[in-house]
């Protein structure tokens, strides 16, 4: 019993040395925790339903005894909060009532999943928590969160629960709000206090290497949850709610390639606003949450058409509400520019700079203006900037903040992006001379492993014969530099070992998938498992697809495996995709459809960017129709496309269909039924084309070519006349520039009149031919 009025009632009470079955301490004690009372030892002490039970043998038989618990019940204030944690984020935001609930100082995950697993069922779905449960709520929240976690499954498994259970408890503050029962325990100032800091830990959870988008969405879910039920209560906690948003706009920064990624950072932004407008309308919004979302904008420019405008956007209304922008809001700005792939862009970040005195201060916006002109493809503006620097720095004899090693790393860099000839000479160039300051007392100017990967990726793209060059450099510089440091530091050995595997990848020679997986298992050996990652295996499977080598498909279903079962790496969909593309090639459509169905079902339970997408379905179509000429396989196809287009049409644009999807389509109608069955494939295009453009493109030139190659080799009487009306349509196409008719279109048109047979079959394919040779896509030699 938990009445401040009366003394609490034990269920059982224990002898010192009293033996009994195990399995019924475990019952008498699971009873006395769904009741919410106590436990009471040989010394009469009450202990709560937190104790701990030792299990142990004595003689034959087996005996238990009731440890003395750190979990302390004072009868008076039930409700206990957490000790504070040392690795929280924000101190200050810790409970601070007198009363402390503690937990063993370590706990492995195990032991917390034990603990989870003897819990009633029910132990938190009642509709009204009494405050026994809410004791039960902390103390597991405070086991959770004292656990160390030794994998990324086990972080991940921690802040799952840790998310849950934050959930269940403010879903009871929302409704005992609603009820409008004040003196509710769990509405109470320390109740609050408590969830605000398991609130804020659990956010912080979420930050491990490896998590993925659905994880942070976990948590974005959670926050706004806060906002809404629990947040009213307490406006003081602005500043917790700021630091929240900072920490979630931080983990979105690493999913910018991912389209939902900047979707859901503005939908939070808003959410944001909003909030603040309601708690402190006096004030401007915090500077910091301001500079976070726009860091994550200014990455998501390069993978978003609209995404400059849109940084802009915000930049306005960053403004227009009094935020005065600092260094690193102005280095955001810099940045967008400087990615949008905008041939402009290296000017633009010049003027920008040289507008604002912040930015003019800044090193940190002189090294992106300098990235900027490398990414324009001036790199040699870049270096003259970087140069005129140190000129001014010798001449006035200053330290000045504008010029330092980054400055020198954003020159490397630019000239590694440029791709021009003299890239490699210029970047080796800049290495020596950071030696040489670093010889000459500039301690903080050092060749560090960021600089050695620039330089590596300047080799890397010398051309086909890039890979000798990048592995005989890689070898010298992890010759000149420790393994160890390379390894504990960022990953910069994966960085630069998956440079020199992916520089294998396009170099032209036979041995060179062999070499990319040499150079993946070195690095599997001399590596920390925890550093891995799936570009490494992606690369090395394209190796082998991109030769057609005839183990492709053997060695990406190994690497698969591998990856996940010996090295802890979880594939990507660009790995699966990699794996199908070998099977594709080979025609292994039994081997391909397993692979789809282990998509499928990986999306569902654990990862749904794990999900086919466009890609995926076009490698099986690739393969059934290259490789099967039979009613089977145009059955199949058929069945795939639907599939596609009933998924993108309820909402999915993972798996829209795209005009390679339909001239595969095309093709394996083609070859197992009919030109004319063939001909339907397109006429359907073309209808949901005009439907509604936006759910799918217009019919291209590959679609019409491979209708045309399905007419030229159909041997039907009509198929001249069949081939020679697509080319008539593509020709009012071209004047539209939709579809032009190219080299191919005239080969199947000809070959469709020669194989005809009749009597103006050489009139009309020398037509065409002349035809050809006018619009410039052959030469009359030709």
């Not at 002490?45 to 038989?61: D, K, L, Y």
């Not at 408890?169 to 009820?179: A, D, L, N, T, Y």
Request: include cysteine; charged fraction near 25%; charge should be negative.
């Amino acid at each position: 019993s938990t009445s401040t009025n009366e003394p609490t009632q034990p269920i059982t009470t224990l002898p010192k040395n009293n033996s009994m079955n195990a399995s019924k301490a475990l019952n008498e004690l699971r009873r006395g925790l769904s009741h919410g009372r106590a436990l009471v030892t040989s010394r009469g002490a009450a202990r709560p339903f937190g104790c701990q039970i030792c299990v142990r043998a004595a003689s034959q038989n087996l005996s238990f005894r009731i440890v003395s618990s750190s979990l302390t019940m004072d009868t008076r204030r039930p409700l206990a909060t957490a000790a504070k944690h040392q690795d929280s984020p924000y101190p200050e935001s810790e409970p601070q009532n007198t009363q402390s609930l503690s937990v063993p100082s370590k706990l492995n995950v195990r032991a917390v999943r034990r603990r989870m697993v003897a819990l009633p069922s029910d132990a938190f779905s009642a509709a009204k928590w009494s405050e026994s449960e809410l004791l039960l709520m902390q103390h597991t929240l405070a086991s959770w969160m004292a656990c160390e976690p030794r994998t990324i499954g086990e972080r991940r498994e921690r802040a799952e629960w840790c998310t849950k259970l934050v959930a269940k408890w403010i879903e009871q503050v929302g409704k005992q709000r609603e009820e409008g029962d004040t003196h509710a325990m769990i509405l109470s100032h320390a109740s609050l206090d408590s969830l605000k800091h398991y609130w804020i830990r659990t956010i912080h959870l979420w930050k491990f290497d490896g998590v993925q988008l659905d994880d942070i969405i976990k948590a974005v879910d959670t926050t706004l949850l806060f906002l809404q039920s629990a947040l009213p209560l307490m406006p003081e906690a602005s500043k917790q709610v700021d630091k929240s948003f900072t920490t979630l706009f931080t983990m979105l920064a690493y999913h910018t390639r991912e389209r939902v990624a900047w979707t859901v950072a503005e939908d939070l932004l808003e959410q944001w606003l909003h909030q603040h407008q309601q708690l402190s309308s006096n004030e401007k919004p915090d500077l910091i949450v301001w500079t976070s979302f726009l860091t994550l904008a200014a990455k998501c420019t390069p993978f978003s058409s609209s995404g400059l405008a849109r940084f802009e956007k915000h930049w306005h209304h960053m403004i227009s509400m009094g935020t005065e922008p600092d260094e690193v809001a102005y280095a955001a700005l810099l940045l967008a520019w400087a990615r949008s792939g905008r041939k402009d862009a290296g000017q633009r970040v010049q003027a920008l700079l040289e507008a604002s005195e912040v930015a003019r201060a800044s090193s940190l916006c002189y090294n992106i203006s300098i990235e900027a002109w490398g990414r324009s493809g001036e790199p040699d503006r870049g270096e003259e900037q970087l140069w005129k620097i140190m000129q001014i720095q010798q001449e006035q004899s200053t330290t000045s903040k504008a010029i330092d090693y980054s400055s020198f790393l954003a020159a490397i860099r630019g000239w590694s992006f440029s791709g021009r000839a003299e890239a490699i000479e210029r970047a080796e160039r800049l290495v020596d001379w950071m030696q040489k300051l670093h010889d000459t007392g500039h301690t903080n100017m050092k060749p560090d492993g960021h600089v050695y990967s620039a330089a590596l990726l300047a080799w890397s793209k010398a051309g086909p014969e890039a890979g000798p060059k990048v592995e005989r450099l890689l070898r010298q510089m992890t010759a000149a530099t420790e393994i160890a440091s390379l390894d504990s530091h960022g990953a910069l050995l994966i960085d630069m070992y998956e440079i020199a595997i992916k520089a294998w990848a396009f170099t032209k020679d036979d041995e060179s998938p062999a070499r990319a997986l040499a150079l993946l298992n070195e690095l599997r050996v001399m590596s920390s498992k925890e550093h891995l990652r799936s570009s490494l295996y992606d690369s090395v499977i394209k190796a082998y697809t991109m030769k057609r080598h005839p183990d492709s498909s053997e060695i990406g279903l190994s690497l698969l495996r591998q990856m996940e079962e010996e090295d802890g790496v979880k594939p990507s969909v660009k790995t699966y995709n990699t794996v199908m593309r070998a099977l594709g090639q080979q025609g292994l459509t039994t081997e391909a459809e397993f692979l789809l169905e282990e998509m499928k079902v990986e999306g569902v339970t654990n990862d749904s960017n794990i999900s086919p997408d466009t890609i995926t379905y076009g490698s099986l179509l690739y393969a059934y129709a290259n490789f099967e000429n039979t009613p089977h396989a145009e059955k199949r196809c058929r069945e795939l496309v639907q599939e596609m287009e009933d998924a993108f049409d309820a909402g999915n644009d993972r798996a829209i269909p795209d005009n390679f999807t339909y001239s595969m389509l095309i093709r394996a109608i083609a070859r197992a039924s009919s030109a004319d069955a063939a001909s339907e494939v397109l006429v359907h295009v073309s209808d949901r084309h005009r439907v509604d453009p936006q759910i799918a493109a217009a019919a291209d030139t590959s679609m019409y070519n491979a209708v045309l190659g399905a007419w030229a080799f159909s041997g039907e009487g009509v198929a001249p006349q069949r081939a020679q009306s697509l080319l008539n349509q593509m020709k009012v196409n071209a004047k539209r520039e939709e579809s032009p008719p190219d080299r191919v279109s005239y080969k199947y048109g000809i070959l469709a009149w020669v194989r005809s047979g009749r009597q103006t079959a050489a009139d009309n394919a020398r037509k065409l031919c002349e035809e050809l040779v006018e619009s410039g896509l052959a030469s009359p030699d030709e």
